[in-house]
């Protein structure tokens, strides 16, 4: 993706700019999809941005993969967003193209936001393996990615991340009005 200097927001952390993503994007009661296991602070962001975080269950036995069963039977009209983490922290675990394109077909086509979290994105080696969701085709449309150095750099006392908000990525308003994501970020 080319991304515009002015679509590149810099925090002091990636867990604060997922905060601020929840702030922004979210309206009382909407939901935010949340894959088991989790990096623990997701819940509890969702819920101080009036959010419901709504669980879908992975395992070992397929490797921590998403059931798009088991994500399609969790999902409501008050879905707005889904948080998908590769790298994903605890498990390690790493979504293929084939994967991530899944995720983003059903965003496009529910006018749901994926929620990229890439804190872990530097440690991937295998080439075919995605280390942006801005790799797959139409992501710019639905996807925030956000990402933290502290990780990546190996500073891990000092924050600083980023969050990549694409200017084309909107959602429908509680009125029915295309938002601008870009814009209340």
Same mark, same amino acid.
Request: charged share 20%; net charge negative.
């Given at each position: 993706?080319?991304?515009?200097?002015?679509? /590149?927001?810099?925090? &002091? %952390?990636?867990?604060? @700019?997922?905060?601020?993503?929840?702030? $922004?994007?979210?309206?009382?009661?909407?939901?935010?999809?949340?894959?088991?296991? !989790?990096?623990?602070?997701?819940?509890?962001?969702?819920?101080?941005?009036?959010?419901?975080?709504?669980?879908?269950?992975?395992?070992? *036995?397929?490797?921590?993969?998403?059931?798009?069963?088991?994500?399609?039977?969790?999902?409501?009209?008050? &879905?707005? =967003?889904?948080?998908?983490?590769?790298?994903?922290?605890?498990?390690?675990?790493?979504?293929?193209?084939?994967?991530?394109?899944?995720? /983003?077909? !059903? $965003?496009? =086509?529910?006018? %749901?936001?994926?929620?990229?979290? =890439? %804190? !872990?994105? @530097?440690?991937?080696?295998?080439?075919?393996?995605?280390?942006?969701?801005?790799?797959?085709?139409? $992501?710019?449309?639905? $996807?925030?990615?956000?990402?933290?150095?502290?990780?990546?750099?190996?500073?891990?006392?000092?924050?600083?991340? !980023?969050?990549?908000?694409?200017?084309?990525?909107?959602? %429908? =308003?509680? *009125?029915?009005?295309?938002?601008?994501?870009?814009?209340?970020?």
């Amino acid at each position: 993706m080319d991304v515009k200097d002015e679509e /590149v927001f810099v925090s &002091t %952390a990636g867990s604060v @700019a997922m905060y601020i993503t929840m702030q $922004a994007i979210l309206d009382e009661g909407d939901e935010v999809i949340i894959i088991e296991p !989790y990096f623990f602070p997701y819940p509890d962001q969702v819920k101080m941005a009036g959010g419901v975080p709504v669980f879908v269950k992975t395992s070992m *036995d397929n490797n921590f993969q998403i059931d798009f069963d088991a994500f399609e039977a969790a999902l409501s009209e008050k &879905t707005k =967003a889904v948080i998908v983490n590769s790298p994903n922290n605890p498990t390690g675990s790493v979504f293929t193209k084939e994967e991530l394109k899944k995720w /983003v077909d !059903y $965003a496009v =086509a529910n006018d %749901a936001v994926i929620i990229f979290d =890439a %804190a !872990y994105e @530097a440690f991937i080696s295998q080439p075919d393996l995605p280390r942006s969701i801005y790799q797959i085709e139409n $992501a710019d449309k639905c $996807a925030i990615e956000i990402c933290s150095l502290s990780k990546t750099a190996g500073f891990t006392g000092t924050r600083c991340g !980023y969050t990549i908000v694409p200017k084309g990525l909107t959602f %429908a =308003a509680p *009125d029915g009005s295309r938002v601008s994501v870009h814009k209340i970020w």
